[in-house]
């Protein structure tokens, strides 16, 4: 799993690189996810809850994926597959993702999801679950172009700078 592409809008940087995260990659994705958090405008969290080592053995579990985005070397963009924990909901999984500011709009989060999504169909996953803020709407255009379905939304489920937002709930089928 290995992408490496100039963006248009960064035809000096060096490339990206997409590849399944490592332990030692804590500290990095870490610092991703907190840099998209402190915008407070496209996670629910305002603070990364685990720890380096909580994050590590995240990592770890195979029922799980973690993607990450390297330019040089930091992290610039995450995508996390967590699979339904019960046997009732082992054929689920939700997707997060988050990519810095500064990186979005160069194909990298489309990536990163289709990665995620043969993952998934190589690991019995019939059902990718996201959910997304009403407000960030180029998120939404990119998860239909990929070809998630909406499946419903929980009206005015947040206020996001003063303004009531929709919990927008989308999903991807895989093998239909």
């Known amino acids: 799993m290995l992408w490496k592409e100039k963006s248009e809008a960064q035809k000096s940087a060096s ?13 990095g994705i870490i610092n991703c996810m907190q840099s998209v958090m402190d ?27 973690t993607l990450v985005c390297e330019r040089g070397s930091e992290i610039v963009g995450v995508l996390t597959i967590q699979r339904g924990m019960y046997r009732k909901n082992r054929h689920t999984a939700n997707l997060g993702i988050a990519i810095k500011s500064g990186h979005r ?38 998860y239909e172009k990929i070809g998630f379905v909406h499946e419903g939304s929980r009206k005015r489920q947040f ?3 003063g303004e009531y937002v929709d919990d927008v709930l989308m999903t991807y089928w895989i093998g239909d």
Request: net charge negative.
């Open 15 to 27: 490339d990206y690189i997409i590849r399944k995260a490592d332990p030692r990659d804590a500290k």
């Open 159 to 161: 206020i996001i700078d």
């Open 39 to 65: 915008e407070r405008i496209y996670l629910v969290s305002e603070y990364y809850l685990l720890t380096e080592r909580g994050e590590q053995e995240r990592i770890r579990s195979p029922d799980d994926l």
């Open 105 to 142: 709009h160069s194909g990298i989060g489309t990536k990163l999801i289709t990665q995620g999504i043969d993952w998934c169909s190589e690991n019995g996953i019939k059902k990718l679950n996201l959910e997304v803020f009403s407000s960030n709407t180029n998120a939404i255009s990119l």
